[in-house]
């Protein structure tokens, strides 16, 4: 008996023991999978396969898993085929896919982070580089990064390329065939568009209007614009002639001033949906007049010998010698070409760039030189390399240079499909922290002498409040997203095929042989391109509007040479104002027409748009070719010969020579310094 009070009595202290270490096992599971839910992998077990729910501000929104694929908007691929050294350029080559039109891509979902270091370590170990997964999964930007000749891992990362110009396969149609909707892009929380203003369900069709008259003035060229009474009484008669391209159900609808194809029923996102505000050129002209005349910036803190120095310089560019003869310049691409001559013999001479050590490879100091974002990385590039600007000692410098990569910031820290970009945001506060308390610079001015080159979409809302008072140079030149005219600089958006040979395919047939009257081709990116091909779509012989063609090299030529065959190369927004096809445009000597409202130009400050170029208001959509045809045969002439002759001011080379696409940032941002520049 007293045995067997002992045997139970040991069988529920085990039993205790037991349910005592599975409490100890389900708490740890449970605070694991509590550590991994801001990378939605928590709890995935227990949803059906169909519902996953995505992390958006807060909250979880239902969406369907088949279409997370094209949920990122720039999602990153690896190819092993994309690993390119490139000995001659000190930089990365980084590929997009060409086939895919002007550089917008789409990618099937990224493989995941194993796989893509795995894949790395194997081409790495071909080339005799050592690595391992687990280091590189380890690795942090904030980490040391070796120096010197070898390869260390976190610069290993960059060399993942974005997409493989030659292989179109690892593409994601989304649908684009039926030129339908993706499904919505999810954002961050301060992107979130909510509708809570009524709808205007005006349905409008295609429509040409007679007697349109076009005005040429010496200013960037805007062309009247149709108001929305005006829109809905001129397109509703002919409503039933228009079908659109992916259901008939879509209707185009006017909001906040612009044309959008919309659905029943469909909430969109704010990268879908037209802008609240728009600013025409006349505005921006205005503003860049009262920017220079009266400047806002902050006075420095305590004066410096550079100070005098800019003082001077403003006052001989304000006041510039009437030069009779412009070798090199053709006078009509610019607003004052005696100032803009003026203003570069001046930076020339003057100018010293100091150029920040800090910052690890490879969002800092590691220039991408191909691709869709090249435009930062030849920059970058350039200038590190330039001795005529850059000095070894901050004292001497006018202006102080920020090298880092947007595009290796998302690369490198954004969380694939978190949809939260605080962290690239928290990594350059952090940088610029770091700047200000090692020297006393940023704190003289606030950081107004101090810039920074970005291309990729995101850098606004990445330098946004930290860096708020620095120059930007930003392919994403909004002004509804805080682009400041007359400070920041417009960064042409340059899609790079060729890291070796950036002037590829350069050139086009001469007027007298362009017989197409207006080209586009692209993937239905953002909410203004469905408009574009619902009204011109196969309506036109003479108007060549398509979607995105077909992957292929083929393909790729095919859309190079109606660049080179077409008089006007239409650039529409995508999801974000800028648009790579306005420097395509003028690469292949095809007049640009920009449809974009509150796009800010390239070098607006000094360059003249008017005089090689539409701008056109995307509520001008139904009256395209009838504005086009409006313009005189000799204007056109004229236009295209401006064309040509502003080219070289849009080429990179890997040597710069004056007055090219490295010499023409670097001035606007000196240029833009001088005038925002307040002692008194």
Known sequence: MECSFQFVKLCRIETRRRLLLLGVVAVTYLMFQWLL???????????????????????????????????????????????????GFGGVEKYADSSRLGGEIVHESEPNKKERFMEIDSVLEEKGISNTFEHAADTNANENTPSGNGVDVAASLSL???SNEENGSNLVKANEANYDFPEPTVLSKDEIFTENTPEVNTTVAAKHSDGVKTIFPSSPLILPAINQANASSLMSNSSSSVRSASVESDVVTIKNGSLALTSPGKKLMRCNMPPKSITSIEEMNLTLVRQHAKPRALRPRWSSVRDQDILAVKSQIQHPPTAKNYRELYAHLFRNVSMFKRSYELMERTLKVYIYKEGNKPIFHQPILKGLYASEGWFMKLMEGHKRFVVKDPRK???FYMPFSSRMLEFTLYVRN????????????????????KYPYWNRTGGADHFLVACHDWAPYETRHHMERCIKALCNADVTQGFKIGRDVSLPETYVRSARNPLRDLGGKPASERHVLAFYAGNMHGYLRPVLLKYWKDKDPDMK?????????ASKMNYIEHMKSSK?????????VNSPRVVEAIFYECI????????????????NWGSFSLILAEKDIPNLKDILLSIPEEKYLQMQLAVKKVQKHFLWHPKPLKYDLFHMTLHSIWYNRVFQFKLR
């Open 397 to 399: 410098a006018h202006l």
């Open 592 to 607: 640009p027409v920009i449809i974009s409202d509150n796009f800010v130009p390239p070098f607006f400050e000094v360059l």
């Open 37 to 87: 839910l801001p990378y939605e992998n928590a709890l995935r077990s227990l949803l059906p396969q169909d519902l996953v729910p995505d992390h958006v501000a807060g909250s979880f929104l239902p969406i369907h898993s088949s279409a997370k694929s094209v949920m990122v908007r720039n999602p990153l691929t690896v190819n092993s085929s994309d690993l390119i050294d490139t000995p």
């Open 568 to 576: 006007y190369c239409l650039c529409p927004k995508g999801y974000e």
């Open 160 to 162: 993942v390329s974005i």
């Open 545 to 553: 509007i398509f979607g995105p063609m077909p992957p292929g090299v």
């Open 418 to 437: 978190s949809h939260n970009r605080t962290n690239l945001r928290q990594h350059l506060k952090e940088y610029s922290e770091t700047i200000a308390a």
